[in-house]
């Protein structure tokens, strides 16, 4: 659904934009079975994120701005 049928990262922000195509695909196949901002919790919760903890909350932030412009369209 979100996931282009080819995405190439090259750059912080492909790895972040592929990293919330795989969050929000994921979501849309439990749609209904869970709420998006304890998905999201979880799901970012069991990435490895090394010494880069930052970027969960980074990506976190965007994951709720987007949710929010998906759900008033």
């Known amino acids: ?17 592929h990293l919330l195509f795989g969050l ?21 919760g069991r990435m490895q994120w090394g010494d880069q903890e930052y970027m969960r909350l980074h990506l976190r932030g965007i994951a709720m701005r987007v949710h929010a412009v998906l759900n008033t369209s």
């Open 24 to 44: 929000f695909d994921g979501y849309e196949s439990q749609r209904g079975q869970v709420e998006f901002e304890p998905y999201l919790d979880t799901t970012l």
């Open 1 to 17: 659904m979100y996931t282009p049928g080819a995405w190439w990262v090259g750059s912080l922000g492909d790895h972040i934009l």
